[in-house]
Structure formats: structure tokens, C-alpha cells
């Protein structure tokens, strides 16, 4: 049985198009970023893992959706 791993990174944020390092900071996605999700540029998966940050946790609301 063939598995693969895929790893995405999280949607746009506003620091992410004020091309400021935001680090651990706890910034959720922009209304772009929350947009291109959405619109399904990552793939389906069977399990996800994320960090505990609002961003990822957002982005991984949308992926499986």
C-alpha cells in the first residue's frame, strides 16, 4: 500500500503580504489567504496534523472541507 506525505504551509496572513516575520505569533489568515483555501489549492488528505497556531488551525479548517 502506497502512502504519501504531503506538507502544506498555512494560508496568507496579514504580516505574510507586509512581508514582515511573524514567527510564533498567533496572527490568523487574511481574508485573501482565508479565500485561496477555500477555493481548494491544497489537497485532500486521511489525517492531518497542524500546529496550535490560529493560521494553521484555520488552514487546516478548509482543507478537508
Do not use: W
Amino acid at each position: 500500500m502506497e502512502k504519501t506525505i504531503t506538507l502544506i504551509r498555512h494560508g496568507k496572513t496579514p504580516g505574510n503580504s507586509e512581508k514582515r516575520y511573524i514567527g510564533v505569533t498567533d496572527e490568523q489568515l487574511s481574508k485573501e489567504g482565508a479565500a485561496e483555501i477555500a477555493a481548494g489549492i491544497y489537497p485532500d488528505c486521511d489525517i492531518l496534523f497542524s500546529s496550535p497556531l490560529s493560521r494553521c488551525i484555520q488552514t487546516s479548517l478548509y482543507t478537508n472541507s
